[in-house]
C-alpha cells in the first residue's frame, strides 16, 4: 500500500499521525452533519484535534 521495497520510512504515517488524522476526521464530520454537542464530547473524552 505505502510502496513495496522502498527503504524510506517516513512514507508509512506513525500510529500517533495516523490516530490525529482520524480524531480530526471524525470531529469535522461530527461538525458536517450538524451534530456539534457530539464533536464537543468527542473533544472532551481526550481526542486531540
Not at 17 to 23: F, G, M, T, V
Not at 24 to 49: D, I, R
Amino acid at each position: 500500500m505505502y510502496g513495496k521495497g522502498k527503504s524510506n520510512s517516513s512514507a508509512v504515517p506513525s500510529d500517533s499521525q495516523a490516530r490525529e488524522k482520524l480524531a480530526l476526521y471524525v470531529y469535522e464530520y461530527l461538525l458536517h452533519v450538524g451534530a456539534q454537542k457530539s464533536a464537543q464530547t468527542f473533544l472532551s473524552e481526550g481526542f486531540s484535534v
